[in-house]
């Protein structure tokens, strides 16, 4: 217990003065989603819980809804804004040293008190670690509860009583809480508990491992009902499982190769921010050799528990597609089982050698080399804190120069509305409720996202990155911190793509309208493109019809195979279907308007314009709800349809 509040404060002690050295008279976090979290907790604070913005929609941008439960109570008595951050370093401490304890408890638990004092003073003296507890995010939090409830899984494996006890379930249950893919985990946990009670386990027994479910289950279901959809705003905006243009074999062949360069960091030693090959080799092999001697005596128990978990754990953090923001953190999980599982081996070979001596000199060794790189993990952690106040944080201060009426477009930021207190509009759809995918989708999605706010809610500043954008969104920037741009939003063509660019005929109007790559209109209409392209396939284009409309801006898709989508219409009335769309040379199109075919020649456009073919459908074609395709021989760009009907 003494060692490990010593560790934790003096660990503690050092990134304080880290800091300060760094910045002095200032705080700041390495990493800017940490300012999410706290975001969270202060909506939570303030009365408004898991809505980003006080009057905002319900919110599932908090990856961790339970961290920020756990930070709220610090907001509401004063550690709000910069005062937050040394709470986040002290959090740290405390995450450091309860792992340091529970691990110690584990080796205990598993026979083995040496593996728990070398794993212990592994894990716990790793800068890689450091940087990750100190930088405010949940990721102690989760690593300290993981272990947490494999130790008192295994304590209740060594009772009579079946029944499994509340603290069990309490830990189980706060698995998903914390991270989503602590989901994966608590399945992996129930599956062996009901393996272990197949045979003698009493209906209450099954009972109360069934509530451990409950949490997550009414989570997901609030989810469902106030956002609309299952699944988080962090898996959908940064998930394998949620890429646009991929279909279901391209996803698993993905997840594979990641899988694979997991492994192969594992095993390979080359980079810092894995483990070292001394350490990842042996401990997967003793958790392996393990598990398979459990299982071989037909047991399930604690070594399935720790093997499974390991396995589970780096196949989650495969699944992250977007790999930014000390992402690498996502596998510290199945670092930390591996760390024990190593060990396991050094106990098992000093016991085997009939040496006591040769885990400590072991241990040392390694420690030893991990030393070698502590003051380098240091460095990283004061570049970032500077990266992270200078950029977000500098941007955070220019928009709070801004009216308190601004309305502010970022990009996944969290020091910007932090700091700022200034709404934000997060186009990457975290933090602002979005039900579509439109950041990942491309240019033209981002700009039909912005055309599809009502204009009062657009916002009228941008402080993101330009990859984040579309070209044309902002205007000269107010302050640029590195690559963040403050700027006034110069989007002013929203809208002006809405009707065909010339003038109905008199008494005609448009019935149904499809504008392609504004993701809600696509879904009303059941738009498919195949191939789907790629997110360069996604354009943005501002063009005229001919010489005498009106400037354009629209959204669409590049097609080099087949559209599909459905159109609505008054069911036996003659209508007229308006193509816009943009191509370098003439294009031959055939098209099927119900079972009606037609050939279409789009014609060449030039640089600044668009095309807006038009092609009459006789009454008898035109049904209620009609299925519209259309193949091409060549490529062309597509932005909108719209089906006329009425007039003379």
Known sequence: MLVAVLLAASVTAVHFIALRQELPGQWSVPVDDTYIHLHYARSIAHGHPFHYHRGDAYSTGSTSPLYALLLAPFVAVGLDGPRAVPLTLILGGVWLGLCFLVLLRLGRQLGSPTAGRVAAALFCTWGFVWLCFYGG????????????????????????????????????????????????????????????????????????????LLPTALYYLSNLLLAGRLSTAGMVSKSLLHAPYLDAGEKASRFESQILEAVRQFLGGGDPLYLSLWVALPGLAALATLAAHERARRSVGPYLLLCGWMVISLLSASMHNIRIAQWTRYYLPSFVLVVLGAGLAIGWLAQGLHRRWLAAGIGAALLLFQAEQTQRWLKIYQRDVAVIHTKQGGAARAVARLPESARVLVCDAGAIPYYSRRWTFDIVGLTTPLRWNDFRNGVGSRFELFERLPPRRRPDYVAAYDFCLWPGARGAPIGVFHDLVVAPMAERGAGSGEQPARPLPAGAQVVAELDVADLESEAAHGYRLRPAGSIADNLLRRGRVGTGSALITDGGRLVRGEERFRLRARAGQAATLILRSHQDGPATVRLRFGAEEHALQLPPTAGGQFAETSLPLPAHAVREQNLVAIQASGAYASYHYFLVQGGR
């Open 137 to 212: 995010m949940e990721t102690g939090f989760y690593l300290t509860v993981i272990l947490a409830t494999a130790s008192s899984f295994i304590s209740s494996t060594h009772r009579a009583d079946p029944r499994p006890r509340l603290t069990t379930l309490l830990l189980a249950a706060s698995l998903p809480l914390i991270r989503p893919e602590g989901l994966f985990l608590l399945g992996a946990l129930l599956a062996i508990a009901a393996w272990r009670l197949w045979h003698r386990g009493s209906r209450v027994a099954w009972i109360r491992w069934g509530l451990a």
